[in-house]
């Protein structure tokens, strides 16, 4: 399935790195979402972009920095992150927020491991 | 309370054995519910939609309990391919709530 892919699948980065995640998503959603998983917890929500536009930033420290260009593309950018920030980032689309029966789609992830 | 808490097993079945467990939310506005499935070091994928009291899909089976605020998902004749981890998931204020999952492992 190539509906969202995300790159790069593994990461390793020291703390004083800067990296970027890459999210690509070819169903024709108008809206990304980033969501981050730790081992054992809900996924947690970071940020929403409807139409290019950020919706939602859930209180996600500023070493985490979205960039979305255009509705089929959405970064993350990553600078100065701590041990703590090691797990797997997942990139997800979907057609319409404000619908209830808006479905999202996941991308197959980046696992992150912050050394 | 968290939004959305599930029991996360696991949930240990011989094959062809039924297994259902629950997902229990806090808002009582919420509007619609997912079932997602995770494979280990996979991405969630959607099981199934739940926008009014039930849907079926072949072997599984999801109920929606307003009046509890719990929503249940049943598997029958359970397959080795079933073994994985099931996320609920809520949808409140055109946001998702996830459940923590609950593991199931179907052995031959």
């Known amino acids: 399935e190539t509906g969202v892919t995300q790159t790069p699948r593994h990461l390793v980065m020291g703390m004083t790195n800067k990296k970027s995640l890459k999210c690509e998503q070819h169903l024709g959603h108008n809206a990304m979402y980033w969501y981050k998983q730790s081992a054992k917890k809900p996924l947690e929500l970071m940020f929403v972009y409807n139409f290019k536009e950020q919706t939602e930033n859930n209180s996600v420290p500023s070493r985490f920095s979205p960039e979305c260009p255009n509705s089929s593309h959405l970064f993350l950018h990553l600078h100065t992150l701590q041990p703590e920030d090691s797990a797997l980032y997942l990139c997800?689309?979907?057609?319409?927020?404000?619908?209830?029966?808006?479905?999202?789609?996941f991308g197959p992830g980046t696992r992150l491991t912050v050394l | 309370r968290k939004e959305v808490e599930q029991d996360p097993g696991p949930f240990n079945v011989p094959e062809g054995a039924t297994v259902a467990f629950n997902c229990t939310y806090s808002n009582s506005a919420s509007q619609s519910f997912f079932w997602y499935r995770q494979d280990c070091r996979k991405e969630p994928k959607l099981l199934m939609s739940?926008?009014?009291s039930g849907n079926e899909d072949g072997r599984f089976t999801a109920q929606l309990n307003r009046a509890s605020q719990y929503i249940s998902l049943l598997i029958r004749d359970s397959k080795l391919s079933d073994s994985a981890t099931y996320l609920c998931v809520v949808n409140n204020d055109y946001k998702l709530s996830f459940g923590a999952g609950t593991t199931v492992t179907v052995r031959a």
């Open positions: 997800a689309s979907s057609q319409a927020p404000s619908l209830k029966t808006d479905t999202q789609y």
């Open positions: 739940v926008y009014s």
